[in-house]
């Protein structure tokens, strides 16, 4: 059975960092895709950053290279999504998704069938 269970969330300051890691359990294989999406009250889910794992590529959502950075621990099958200089508009509950992969891992919600159950995450300025 896949899990995927997120932890890391809190409240920083506007330009805080927060680093937010997902555990995923129960997915085989060298290559998956995992990715992390953030969804504010009132708004669509939007896709921050994906990974391949076991390989090198990782995927942006618009404008969020400059501040957030997705990586994958092999070892212990863990995926984190490293967050700097923090702004109240980055308030949201974040979650970490993960999918048999089948070429690029763009963080496309519709194309992501394991999901965790999210972490809060709450900017003030």
């Known amino acids: 059975q896949v899990q995927l269970v997120e932890s890391g969330g809190g409240s920083v300051q506007t330009g805080g960092s927060l680093t937010l890691s997902c555990v995923v359990s129960?997915?085989?294989?060298?290559?998956?895709?995992m990715a992390w999406f953030r969804q504010a009250p009132g708004e669509e889910r939007e896709g921050v950053a994906g990974?391949?794992?076991?390989?090198?590529?990782?995927y942006y959502g618009l404008r969020k290279k400059d501040r957030f950075t997705i990586s994958h621990d092999n070892a212990t099958n863990t995926v984190y999504l490293q967050m700097s200089n923090l702004r109240p508009e980055d308030t949201a509950m974040y979650y970490c998704?993960?999918?048999?992969?089948?070429?690029?891992?763009?963080?496309?919600?519709?194309?992501?069938?394991?999901w965790g159950q999210g972490t809060q995450v709450t900017v003030s300025s």
């Open positions: 998704a993960a999918d048999v992969s089948s070429g690029y891992c763009y963080p496309n919600h519709l194309a992501y069938t394991h």
């Open positions: 129960g997915y085989t294989g060298s290559s998956n895709c």
């Open positions: 990974i391949k794992t076991g390989t090198p590529l990782t």
